[in-house]
């Protein structure tokens, strides 16, 4: 079994800062990409940001200049630092990660249980 665990969520005023952890843990073999989604009130789920295990960094547009994606491969965690938030940031943020589990098994997707975000004065 693997897990994912994110924390650091909550309710920020515009401009201020959060940072997001994602723990995996349980029998993995190998992390491949990593990644933080979200998901708004009426909205399809979008990628925000991901990252290689060579730490090669990619961002959804309407992010850049503000969230820093980065991972500790040693610990299995993946953060993803938000700054200048803004209310339209306000989303469930889920962790995803590409994990193998053993040599022969195949690549699959695993996701955290999502955690809140709130930008609001």
């Known amino acids: 079994?693997?897990?994912l665990v994110e924390s650091g969520g909550g309710l920020v005023q515009p401009g201020g800062s959060l940072r997001l952890s994602c723990v995996a843990s349980g029998n993995i073999f190998n992390i491949y990409g990593m990644g933080w989604y979200r998901q708004?009130?009426?909205?399809q789920r979008e990628l925000v940001?991901?990252?290689t295990r060579g730490g090669n960094t990619n961002y959804v547009d309407s992010v850049k200049g503000r969230f820093t994606i980065s991972r500790d491969n040693a610990k299995n965690t993946v953060y993803l630092q938000m700054n200048s938030?803004?209310?339209?940031d306000t989303a469930v943020y889920y962790?995803?990660?590409r994990i193998s589990t053993g040599w022969t098994t195949g690549i699959k997707d695993y996701w955290g249980q999502g955690t809140q975000v709130t930008v609001s004065s």
């Open 49 to 51: 940001a991901s990252i």
């Open 40 to 43: 708004a009130p009426g909205k």
């Open 95 to 97: 962790c995803n990660a």
């Open 1 to 3: 079994q693997v897990q």
């Open 85 to 88: 938030l803004k209310p339209e």
